[in-house]
């Protein structure tokens, strides 16, 4: 069983940026792919970024490549997004997910709100 907390959402401008982080739980943390979603009210949930267990291979959607960057500390248990240049059109309520699979999930946070201001 794996808990994850995500933090670090708020307003910001457009051209901003933001870091997210996801706290973990769990002895397990370093083996699971771990990734990042967001949903826009009246949109479907739509994948963001992946990073395997050891933080080498990322994969990243294509809106947000060169933008955004996803790691991990695994001695913290804990995931980041680096978001920067942030548009109005990345405004989401964000996920952290473990035991990630193409757009499924084994575990998922909360959420966080991101809202970027034109």
């Known amino acids: 069983q794996v808990q994850l907390v995500e933090s670090g959402g708020g307003l910001v401008q457009a051209g901003g940026s933001l870091r997210l982080s996801c706290a973990a739980s769990?002895?397990?943390?370093?083996?699971?792919?771990m990734g990042w979603f967001r949903q826009a009210p009246g949109k479907d949930r739509e994948f963001i970024a992946t990073?395997?267990?050891?933080?080498?291979?990322?994969t990243y959607a294509g809106s947000v490549k060169n933008r955004f960057t996803i790691s991990r500390d695994n001695a913290k248990n804990t995931l980041y997004l680096q978001m920067n240049s942030l548009k109005f059109e990345d405004t989401a309520v964000y996920y952290c997910?473990?035991?990630?699979?193409?757009?499924?999930?084994?575990?998922w946070g909360q959420g966080t709100q991101v809202t970027v201001s034109s």
């Open positions: 997910a473990a035991g990630v699979r193409g757009p499924m999930a084994a575990y």
């Open positions: 769990g002895r397990t943390f370093r083996s699971y792919t």
């Open positions: 990073i395997s267990g050891n933080g080498v291979d990322t």
